[in-house]
């Protein structure tokens, strides 16, 4: 099929529907997020006040100054090694790592030790990354498209804010006969809408109208660090939206200028998500032999000092009380950010990386 390039994606992908049949939820997001002519990132990210969604390292700089203090004291607590690869994957806009490289400066020898790879699809952040990170490190700032890219072999440090919520998943609903897959397909009007299939077999029992989201994307990254982890050393420390305990429930959404929208009204023109599948994650990275642990970011946050880190902008700053205070709200409180995103701690076997000791 090979259909006009002058249709928009919505209708490219109403015409694949017509000749090839409906497509799963998680072919839908990736069309919608990485299609090269009409996907979200591929296209059209936006992201801040102006766009369509803020992430943390853009509510305060407290987050990515703490991710940077996270970074050197795990890289301490591997030994210090003359050697290390620092990536970030998703690294948005850039300002997460401007962030981290500024705070890292105070750990002695870390940053001549890293070697800094951005793990990014989307070329238009790409451009606005290389922008505000300019000549930092010297020139040792490298770009890759996946993980894969970025040499192994030596202790790996990897962070990543809401990538996992951006990888796409199935979804399954339990019917009155068994489990069916919800799929997206045409309407009598030609209008795109959702549909259900029949489901493969293997799935666990549930009462009717149960939603199940399995996401083959997010386990296969949970593997690929686990493995690379257990053979290479180091850790990996992945922030999103998400549950910590396996579970069931709809969680597909759409935003567009920080609203949410219906998921089929406007395919590419909107940030697709459904929410982090930690335990799957981990679980995955713990069949390649790594360890894994998990905390509300709030709580990782204070372990991390952010109330000292504010009280510190504060006496620098005190006509910015109020802002910062909000910031820390938005953070940490247990109805903003502070619950519902998590940390999630992946790293290799023997050692315990900082802010996830057991108590």
Known sequence: MNPRPDLSLRERLAAQIAQDGPLTVAQYMTACLHDPRGGYYATRPALGEAGDFVTAPLVSQMFGELIGVWSALAWGRLGEPRDV?????GPGDGTLMDDLLRAARAAAGFLDAAEVWLVE?????RTR??????DRMGGRIRWARSLDDVPGGRPLILVANEL????????????????????VGLDRDGALAFARVPAPGGLPDAREGTVLEVSAAQQA?????????????????????GRDAPGFGDT??????????????CPGEADLTVHADFPAVMAAAEREGATAAIQT???????????????????????????IGRQLTRLVGADQMGDLFKACCLHSPGWSPPAFEED
């Open 252 to 265: 597909l959404q759409a935003l567009r200028r920080h609203e949410h929208t219906d998921p089929l009204a």
């Open 129 to 134: 990354q290389r922008e505000r990170l300019g």
């Open 121 to 125: 699809t989307s070329e238009p952040l």
């Open 297 to 323: 970011q709030a709580r990782f946050l204070a372990r991390m000092g952010i109330g000292e880190r504010a009280e510190t902008l504060l006496r620098a700053r005190p006509d910015k009380a109020a802002t």
């Open 85 to 89: 690869v620092l990536v970030e994957m």
């Open 164 to 183: 996992l919520d951006c990888l796409p998943a199935r979804q399954f609903v339990r019917g009155p006969l068994g489990w069916t897959e919800q799929v």
């Open 221 to 241: 990254l949970g593997s690929a660090l686990g493995e690379r982890l257990v053979r290479d050393g180091g850790a990996a420390l992945l922030i999103d939206y």
